[in-house]
């Protein structure tokens, strides 16, 4: 069984051709003739609650794109256009203990990643000298660099130094 607050669908039942269909369009605005103020504006909001009983999985929001014959040449799971604001935020993720995760490629600045993680850049930690790349468990196999230099270490900050004889010949 189904309970559905709105419940709607975009039919094209003749052959031709339509330019845009919507399953839902929903908008917020404000008047353009009065000073008015929104404290709060959602153009889509859901919340899924369990109450006393429970659900055994809940999604905020599903997208699926699916090609039953026809074809689709371009497909967006989800597209955010614009966010014009003064703090901006196109994809924000509240949960900090809540996983997220990709199952293809991801690009930060590149629309074809190829690799998992491909960068588009410079990346560079929040604060200097506290993150790691990698861990004593799990270590990169080779670092590729353009001058082959990689500075791990820096003799002007180094205290108390003495000679060993543990050292190349």
Do not use: C, H
């Not at 031709?16 to 103020?37: E, I, K, P, Q, R």
């Not at 924000?92 to 850049?121: C, E, H, I, R």
């Not at 002007?156 to 003495?162: A, E, G, L």
């Amino acid at each position: 069984s189904q309970a559905k607050a709105f419940k709607g669908s975009a039919n094209l039942n003749s052959a031709g051709t339509l330019g845009t269909a919507y399953g839902l369009d929903a908008s917020v605005t404000t008047s353009t003739s009065v000073s008015a103020v929104i404290s709060n504006a959602y153009g889509v909001s859901s919340q899924i609650s369990s109450g006393s009983g429970s659900i055994t999985t809940a999604y905020g929001i599903y997208s699926d794109l699916s090609q039953s014959g026809g074809a689709i040449q371009t497909g967006y799971g989800v597209y955010i256009g614009n966010v014009q604001a003064t703090n901006k935020w196109s994809l924000y993720a509240n949960d900090a203990a809540a996983p997220s995760y990709f199952a293809g490629n991801v690009g930060v600045g590149t629309t074809n990643p190829t690799q998992k993680l491909m960068v588009a850049g410079n990346i560079a930690p929040s604060a200097d000298n506290s993150y790691d790349l990698g861990t004593s468990a799990l270590k990169f196999r080779e670092i590729f660099s353009n001058n082959g230099t990689i500075n791990t270490s820096d003799a002007r900050k180094k205290t108390k130094i003495q000679d060993s004889d543990l050292g190349l010949d």
